[in-house]
């Protein structure tokens, strides 16, 4: 099965915060995220949704979530939240456009939460 990847909807916050929490609890059986959480994320001023985010897509379901933020430019930060039970295709389809994405910037170092 193929992964796709795609910018997000802001009308997707809760289902992106589940996803999100599925990975934290899979990786430490706690859940930190809610809509309006996600919502802050989807709106930040230093993230273009269109441009800056991604989520990973499988048959239709939500699989993965990243971002990549200059903290500060020329660095940029990724933050990638994939559960654990997914494959690796998922997580390495989320690097590679990270990297491509901060690539386009300019970025000179490129740091990461997974």
Known sequence: MSVSLRAPRLGEAAAIADLVNRATEELVGESEETETTVRQWLTAPELDPENDIRLAERDGELVGYADVAPHPEPNYWVDAR???SE???VRDALIGWAEE?????AGAKMRAFT
């Open 82 to 84: 994939v559960p654990h």
């Open 101 to 105: 994405r901060a690539a386009e910037r």
């Open 87 to 89: 494959g690796d295709e």
